[in-house]
């Protein structure tokens, strides 16, 4: 997706980096040991398939041990290299920092097109490349925690815990080696939606505020804004979904690999969803307007564009033509520094990946203290809740049919009252909770100093100061 004449992702997200440490009273030195990525392994392995052995280049990078284990997917697909790794392992130890949970930044990849195996197959691969990493410690729950990424999801997850389970058969707490497991092995409910659950919460924070929405020359809530979605995997989908079913926002165009699905009046994304399922293609889906070039599509007229697939897909050869004045970056690094410029230029207000996507790291947390604790959440709490929420809702029968008052509850009032809170509901509530304080502290930045007019730079001078401050206190 760049240009010859952009730089890499790599050196994008370090221009970043620097333009915020421009801003920020960091030694050299410190700056420069924040900014470097401290080591990246690469694993050449074979596995014998389809009657031959078949060598495949995976990689695990450690961006910072500032606070361990360090944490981060681990993405499937061809057009992995060490360069995008290290990238994507820069960009969650800047994501850990500005969401608060306590862990350095990581990533893995492995170089294969997942289509291209099969189940059984892919689960060989799978657990030799974990097997790779777990012998190293590169997988490991006190060191290294892997998650999902592009590629991958709750099964190959569920093979890299078996995997370490095999390998660790004393480790009491080897659920813990992963997240985004899925929930009958260890996982926890509200983590395959957590990331586009944190978008769709990153934007109702963004349209709490008034001022903030008028920068982007918004105004109003969410219902009926004018939403294009960039790839509908699974953040993009879950995005897509909530805003359009609990917000009201029209999407009006969904953007896929293979061409795009337009519709003023508002797309049905779960319709979509399950077409792209049973076709495998969005091509010939009956309820919109199909058109091959998706990519002229970012350039379109709407109120929130939503880059939810590839890194540099925003770049300098359609920044200038990009019309949405509102960009949440779902995916990681979806704009080139470059292209970073001048969308500012235009005025167009960006929700950075660090914090619009967080949603996805923020449930992993959840899971590893679930997992470490070996405990699902409300277990202890919630018959005790609902016990006190009776007695309340008693005591006002009671008043009021000793007083002859009259009063009833609301209908549902009380089915909504007296349920306590099971695991999904705490989770998205730590997550709603999570994502509410961290656009805070970028937002005190970005409206508290005037030398710093962007989310992004907000967001990087919030948590490079954190790690800074990691950092110093362990007396560097
Ligand atoms: N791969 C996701 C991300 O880029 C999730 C990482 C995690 O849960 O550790 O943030």
């Known amino acids: 997706m760049h240009s010859a004449t952009e730089p890499s992702f790599r050196e994008s997200v370090d221009l970043m980096f620097k333009r915020a440490t421009a801003l920020m009273d960091l030694s050299p030195g410190l700056e420069e040991k924040i900014r470097i990525c401290n080591s990246t392994y690469t694993v050449r392995f074979g596995v014998r398939l389809r009657g031959d052995i078949q060598t495949f280049t995976g990689y695990r990078s450690v961006h910072s041990e500032h606070m361990e284990p360090v944490k981060g997917g681990i993405r499937y697909a061809l057009s992995v290299n060490q360069d995008e790794v290290e990238a994507l392992a820069a960009l969650m130890t800047y994501k850990c920092a500005l969401v608060e949970t306590p862990f350095g930044g990581s990533k893995g990849g492995l170089c294969i097109d997942p289509r291209a195996w099969d189940e059984h197959e892919l689960e060989q691969i799978t657990r030799r490349f974990a097997y790779e990493l777990i012998k190293r410690d590169l997988i490991n729950p006190a060191q290294n925690v892997p998650a999902p990424d592009m590629g991958t999801g709750e099964r190959e997850m569920a093979w890299i815990a078996d995997q370490y389970a095999r390998m660790n058969t004393t480790d009491i707490n080897a659920k813990a080696c992963v997240t985004g497991k899925p929930p009958h092995a260890g996982g926890i409910q509200g983590r395959v939606e957590a990331t586009g659950r944190g978008v769709q919460y990153a934007l109702r924070e963004f349209f709490r505020h008034k001022e903030d929405k008028a920068k982007a020359g918004l105004s109003g809530d969410l219902d009926a804004k004018r939403v ?249």
């Open 228 to 476: 294009i979605i960039q790839g509908l995997g699974n953040v993009g989908y879950h995005a897509a979904k909530f805003l359009s079913e609990e917000d009201g926002c029209k999407v009006v165009a969904v953007i896929e690999r293979d061409g795009a699905l337009l519709d003023d009046k508002g797309l049905d994304v779960e319709a979509i969803f399950q077409w792209i399922k049973a076709h495998g293609t969005i091509k010939a889906f009956p309820h919109a307007i199909y058109t091959e070039n998706g990519a002229a599509v970012l350039e379109h007229d709407c109120d929130i564009l939503i880059p939810a697939a590839l890194e540099g897909v925003i770049n300098l050869g359609n920044a200038a033509r990009i019309r949405a004045p509102l960009i949440v970056e779902a995916a990681n690094g979806p704009i080139t520094f470059g292209a970073d410029e001048i969308l500012r230029q235009k005025g167009i207000v960006i929700i950075p990946d660090m914090f619009a996507n967080a949603g996805g790291v923020t449930v992993s947390y959840f899971e590893w203290v679930k997992n470490l604790s070996h405990i699902r959440f409300g277990r202890m709490q919630r018959r005790a809740e609902e016990a006190r929420h009776h007695v309340l809702v008693e005591e006002l029968e009671k008043l009021s049919a000793d007083k002859g008052l009259g009063w009833t509850l609301s209908p549902g009032f009380k089915d909504k009252y007296l349920k306590g809170a099971g695991e999904l509901e705490l989770v998205r509530s730590g997550l709603d909770d999570t994502m509410r304080g961290a656009y805070q502290a970028m937002r005190d930045v970005w409206h508290g100093r005037n030398d710093v007019t962007d989310l992004r730079v907000a967001a990087y001078i919030v948590s490079i100061g954190r790690v800074a401050t990691t950092y110093r206190s362990k007396g560097l």
